[in-house]
């Protein structure tokens, strides 16, 4: 066999995957046909969060007002933005590359496909290996609506060449509502289209609904229990029909209405790895499919697409089976963010998913955070925890406000921990900050679940 090891995609996944077995001396070889970092560090996360950043400054020049600055602002320049994020994502995809070739990893800047259960054709050349990781991610889909075409996906968001003055926005997912908020805060005016009652489905309800009453303050006209019908142009914008019979114009149609795992044409078949119904790789919980040898790990999965999972899943398979450190990844506890303005964070179980099953005690805590009580910015902030009634342990903590996201990491080690709300309540806070309420929550404000005669 040419290889210990290949891995097929050098997205979060396959480089940490490529990168650490390569590290414990496997003779790895790696394919990659598009950009090295895949989908976070191009098209994802990285790009993605510069963007809301840019549209945080406008705010901040906003709300310095209050503090006595005058500062008057200017308009804004797309095109100096997305030069300046390029250059940076050209940077990380050198140190994605560099890091692999440091680690003795051999890599294929080409198209790879499974010929059989140890062949690969990569470019022109055919390699064999002993075990084979498939780490392809996946990519956006449109909706099945006529013009659908004429509308963008979160790829193409990325490289706009000039900033569009109206955007409608379709989906409610995360990537919906952060793009939402970037276009907004960037002086768009904006629409956005879903057909759940509430956007973030998924997420806890409290969170849900002050997520709901943020997008009008943001500037962004929620059309919620709506579907597309149909995208036509429209001079040189284009007209969006939708369920409730009215139109929409904008300049900018974007569909941020789901993403299928990348698994059409790879020689799934041939190699006989089994998929779902909706393409995803099936896996067990040691990333085998069904070929035992062949493993599969990151958003081709389609478990829980995100990219510290899909590290920790290319860390931990490395490890196993090269580093004598056999570990399997838990999906329970994982953190994570919205990055709208302001942003949402979470982890753990919603209220609804612990009171499926259990008696809980809900603690809710809302209150205008300090920067607005002088900026006069209406922009509350919520923070919540779900208790466990009989073990008084902490299931979920659940947040929307200022610095959300790096609050939550924190949290998310206390509820790996198996932390009570004892635990909590006894823990000093740093004042004054908001992460401080989540020590100080000593009125219960309701109890939830299957036996409510706790109350
Ligand atoms: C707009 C957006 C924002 C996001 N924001 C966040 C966020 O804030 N936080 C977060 O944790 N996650 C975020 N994600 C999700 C995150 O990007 C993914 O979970 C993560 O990239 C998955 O990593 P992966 O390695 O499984 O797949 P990917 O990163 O998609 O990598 C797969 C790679 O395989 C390559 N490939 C595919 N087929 C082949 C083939 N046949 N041969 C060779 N190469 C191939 C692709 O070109 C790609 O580079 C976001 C995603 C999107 C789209």
């Known amino acids: 066999m040419d290889f210990d090891l290949f891995v ?3 997205g979060s996944a396959g480089v940490r ?36 950043q840019a549209g945080e400054y ?8 209050g503090f006595g600055w005058e500062i008057r602002k200017g308009p804004h320049d797309w095109a100096k933005l997305i030069a300046a994020k390029d250059a940076e994502i050209g940077r990380l995809n050198a140190i994605y590359r560099r890091l692999l070739e440091s680690a003795g990893a051999q890599i294929f800047e080409a198209r790879a496909r499974l010929i059989d259960a140890h062949t690969i054709e990569v470019g022109e050349s055919r390699v064999t290996a002993e075990r084979i990781v498939i780490a392809t991610g996946g990519h956006p889909t449109r909706p099945d609506i006529q013009g659908a075409e004429l509308g963008i996906v979160s790829d193409d968001a990325f490289y706009l060449p000039r900033m569009p003055k109206r955007v ?9 509502v952060e793009f939402a908020g970037i276009f907004a805060a960037l002086g768009a005016q904006v629409d956005l289209v879903f057909r759940q009652p509430l956007p973030l489905r998924g997420f806890d309800s409290d969170l849900r609904q002050a997520l709901a009453e943020a997008l009008p303050r943001q ?3 929620a059309h919620a ?13 284009r007209a969006l029909t939708l369920s409730d019979g009215g139109t929409l114009r904008a300049d900018l149609v ?12 790879i020689g799934l078949e041939a190699a006989g790895v089994a998929r779902n119904a909706a393409g995803a790789v099936l896996v067990n919980e040691h990333l085998q499919t069904s070929q035992p040898h062949i493993f599969a790990m990151g958003d081709v999965t389609d478990r829980l697409n995100l990219t510290p999972v899909a590290t920790a899943e290319g860390h931990a398979l490395a490890d196993s089976l090269f580093g004598g450190r056999p570990r399997a990844v838990s999906l329970q506890n994982v953190p994570t963010a919205v990055f709208f303005t302001p942003p949402l964070a979470t982890v753990g179980l919603t209220e609804e998913a612990a009171a499926a099953c259990c008696p809980v005690d809900v603690y809710v805590s809302r209150f205008t955070p300090m920067r607005h009580t002088i ?15 009989a073990s008084q342990r902490v299931l979920g903590a659940h947040m929307m406000g200022e610095d959300a996201p790096e609050i939550m990491q924190g949290l998310a080690i206390a509820l790996v921990m198996g932390a009570s709300k004892a635990d909590f309540d006894r823990t000093i806070g740093i004042h004054p900050t908001s992460a401080e309420e989540f020590v100080t929550m000593r009125v219960r404000t309701r109890v939830a679940g299957v036996a409510k005669a706790a109350e």
């Open 17 to 52: 995957c490529a990168r650490i077995a390569a590290g414990h001396g496997a003779r790895t070889g790696i394919a990659e046909e598009r950009f090295w970092g895949g989908t976070c560090v191009n098209v994802g996360c990285v790009p993605k969060k510069l963007l809301v």
């Open 219 to 221: 500037g962004i006209r």
């Open 225 to 237: 229990g709506c579907s597309p019908r149909g995208l036509a142009l429209d001079g040189r914008g």
């Open 254 to 265: 974007f569909f941020a209405t789901g993403r299928r795992p990348a698994t059409d044409g």
């Open 58 to 65: 406008g705010g901040f020049a906003d709300d310095a007002a």
């Open 168 to 176: 409608a926005v379709v989906g409610s997912g995360y990537i919906a």
């Open 8 to 10: 097929i995609g050098g």
């Open 375 to 389: 900026s006069g910015r209406a922009r509350p902030s919520l923070l919540k925890l779900v208790v466990d009634q």
